[in-house]
């Protein structure tokens, strides 16, 4: 019981990192991104104060969600492998009791 509760604090820290919320709120307006002005801003993944600014559906911007993707995969990789773990252990306890 008490390694379901440690994996359920390691999701939850996962899911709170600053990294992982924000490259998850740029990339949701990356692809969501429908109407509005042309050109759109978001930070640079490899240096963060840096802001580039972007074409909406250019290749520019093509490479960027792809960045963003890659780099938000590496999260939701971890945070499912735990959501697995937590699952068989959940399994484990209550089919033996």
């Given amino acids: 019981m008490l390694e379901i509760l440690q994996l359920e604090t ?23 991104r429908k109407f509005g002005s042309t050109m759109m801003s978001v930070p640079s993944l490899e240096d963060p104060s840096i802001t580039v600014r972007i074409r909406k559906n250019s290749q520019a911007m093509k490479e960027i969600r792809s960045k963003y993707k890659a780099s938000q995969s590496e999260f939701t ?3 499912e492998g735990l959501h697995n773990q937590k699952a068989r252990l959940q399994e484990q306890l209550f089919n033996y009791t």
């Fill in 77 to 79: 990789v971890q945070i």
């Fill in 10 to 32: 390691e999701i939850n820290t996962l899911r709170k990192n600053p990294t992982y919320r924000k490259n998850k709120h740029y990339l949701n307006l990356l692809d969501g």
